[in-house]
């Protein structure tokens, strides 16, 4: 009823105003949008043309005694082996960790609860030293952290979507992308391309809730500050398990509902391996641009350096990432002092600056002249490889 009062008091104000009086606020009620949305698409280009540039090292300079991590071991439960990227991470990982003689273990969840419960399950009955739970949402396995705590293994989250020390989750460490940004960098690519005209197509995948939460929240709120007068479109969800068996469906569908759908942000490019090829055989891959995150080198090859449907890649850089993840486990196996942040930097890649880069050369390659590798061997003790 207050609702309704106050919406007849404006109906009543407005008719008792002058029409010179109502013409003149509605000009200028247009043209505070018009320039809010100049200021808007003004900062989402200087975000653009800022991710777009090499990044430089930002990363930990603490030591970290590497030499006593012989025999001490560690299991990393991955969501799924199926994500390129999520391999990778795993991979480089296991590797940096085996150099000082450390034993790893990697159980591949596949993406489902059942599969995530065997592996924490058969992780925390193992006893490790350390346990990585990477892109597993905290809630759900937070009563296997405890139980891991109880039995003395120290646990460390990866990728939950924003960086700092876990508060309230049981885990001693955290090492993820920086997931917020990674929205609004595109969402600043969407701003910047379409000029504020429509809104793109979001997929998200609830398979792993936190990073991809954090991830549409960053391109939402940027897209509202780039172009305030866009009307948002329902984010569509697609689950790991599903994304072979679904994904292109659900692109045909969305664009046939929708045929003036410009942009699809899917989340993750490995989604885009079976959205692309649905948009190339409707005939409208020159009409319609995706957007993604993680820069795979199988997606960077046969879809971003080629003509395709994706036209932006967000690349986190994946071996980077590794020795990240390896750094954090380190510190953590040695009672080190953990870091908040290893500052995993962002590129964005799109048509302008992937000629560039060499996209079938190792992706270390792609992220300029940082020698990262060394720069985390001198941090361990260990020579360059």
Same mark, same amino acid.
């Given at each position: ?21 109502? =013409? ?21 280009? !200087? ?15 603490? *030591?970290?005694? =590497? ?19 999520? @391999? ?53 396995? @937070?009563?296997?952290? #405890? ?6 293994? *120290?646990?460390? !989250?990866? #990728?939950?979507? !924003? ?18 940004q990674v929205g609004k960098i595109l969402g600043a690519w ?6 504020? =005209?429509?809104?793109p197509q979001i997929i998200t995948s609830t398979s792993a809730? #936190? ?8 391109? #939402? ?23 072979? =068996? ?25 989604? !885009? ?42 690349g986190g850089p994946n071996q980077w990432y590794g020795d ?53 061997? *001198? ?7």
């Open positions: 009823m207050a609702v309704a009062a106050l919406g007849f008091g404006g109906i009543l104000a407005a008719c008792g105003s002058s029409g010179s009086s109502s =013409t003149a606020t509605t000009a200028a009620s247009s043209n505070t949008t018009s320039s809010s949305s100049s200021a808007g698409l003004a900062q989402a280009q !200087t975000l653009v043309n800022s991710v777009m540039a090499p990044p430089a090292w930002q990363g930990p300079t603490a *030591k970290v005694n =590497t030499s006593n991590l012989s025999g001490k071991s560690v299991w990393l439960v991955n969501l799924t082996e199926e994500i390129p990227a999520l @391999h990778e991470w795993a991979a480089v990982a296991q590797a940096d960790l085996q150099r000082a003689h450390v034993n790893v273990q990697i159980c591949d969840a596949k993406g489902t609860p059942e599969g995530i419960t065997s592996c924490m399950q058969q992780a925390i009955a193992a006893k490790p030293n350390v346990l990585v739970a990477m892109s597993l949402d905290t809630t759900y396995i @937070h009563s296997y952290i #405890q139980q891991a705590s109880a039995a003395g293994i *120290k646990v460390i !989250t990866a #990728q939950t979507g !924003t960086p700092g020390i876990p508060q309230g989750t049981g885990a001693v460490a955290e090492v993820t992308f920086n997931y917020p969407f701003a910047v391309q379409s000029k504020c =005209t429509g809104y809730r #936190q990073p991809s939460a954090a991830e549409v929240a960053g391109m #939402q709120q940027e897209i509202a500050q780039a172009c305030p007068s866009s009307k948002p479109l329902p984010v569509v969800n697609s689950l790991i398990p599903d994304w072979g =068996t679904t994904l292109a469906t659900t692109t045909r569908s969305l664009l046939t509902a929708n045929p003036s759908m410009k942009f699809m942000l899917p989340l993750y490019d490995g989604m !885009t391996i079976y959205m692309v090829p649905a948009i190339q055989q409707m005939g409208l891959a020159s009409k319609v641009q995706v957007g993604s995150f993680n820069a795979t080198p199988v997606v960077m090859q046969n879809e971003l350096a080629k003509p395709s449907a994706l036209a932006a890649d967000v990240a993840l390896a750094d954090q486990t380190f510190r953590v196996l040695a009672g080190a002092p953990v870091i908040p942040s290893e500052n995993v930097p962002l590129r964005l890649f799109t048509r302008a600056n992937v000629n560039t880069i060499n996209v079938n050369a190792n992706e270390s390659t792609w992220y300029g002249s940082v020698n990262y590798n060394c720069n985390y061997d *001198k941090l361990w003790g260990m020579s360059c490889n």
